[in-house]
Nanobody, 126 residues
Framework: VQLQAYGGGLVQAGGSLRLSCAAS????????MGWFRQAPGKEREFVAA????????YYADRVKGRFTISTENAKNTGYLQMNSLKPEDTAVYYC????????????????????WGQGTQVTVSS
């Protein structure tokens, strides 16, 4: 499975961005798509995840109510709509996928995802 993330950019605080993650390869066997982010000097952290069927979604507390994760299976593409952006949301955002379903806290763990996109930079100015 290959992933390509795009849609990042520079936005003012309070603004919005939509990230996209295009999947190719054995996408029919993929189960969960996740978004993670990594700020300079910090560890990669979980943002949100969704089953490719769209029936289950998961969010980190710090983005709940502001970010929305979704999928469009016909296009093998996942999205992360980010609203009310804050300077602390500044990071490189990565999409990832796995062919097995992580359970419990594993869904928020980077090591549970063997396939990763290249990352897209999101910068939120104050």
């Amino acid at each position: 499975v290959q992933l390509q993330a795009y849609g990042g950019g520079l936005v003012q605080a309070g603004g919005s961005l939509r990230l996209s993650c295009a999947a190719s390869g054995r996408t029919f066997s993929s189960y969960v798509m996740g978004w993670f982010r990594q700020a300079p000097g910090k560890e990669r952290e979980f943002v949100a995840a969704i089953t490719w069927s769209g029936d289950s979604t998961y969010y980190a507390d710090r983005v709940k109510g502001r970010f929305t994760i979704s999928t469009e299976n016909a296009k093998n593409t996942g999205y992360l709509q980010m609203n009310s952006l804050k300077p602390e949301d500044t990071a490189v955002y990565y999409c990832a996928t796995t062919t097995t379903r992580p359970y419990g806290v594993a869904i928020a763990t980077p090591s549970a995802y063997p396939y990763w996109g290249q990352g897209t930079q999101v910068t939120v100015s104050s």
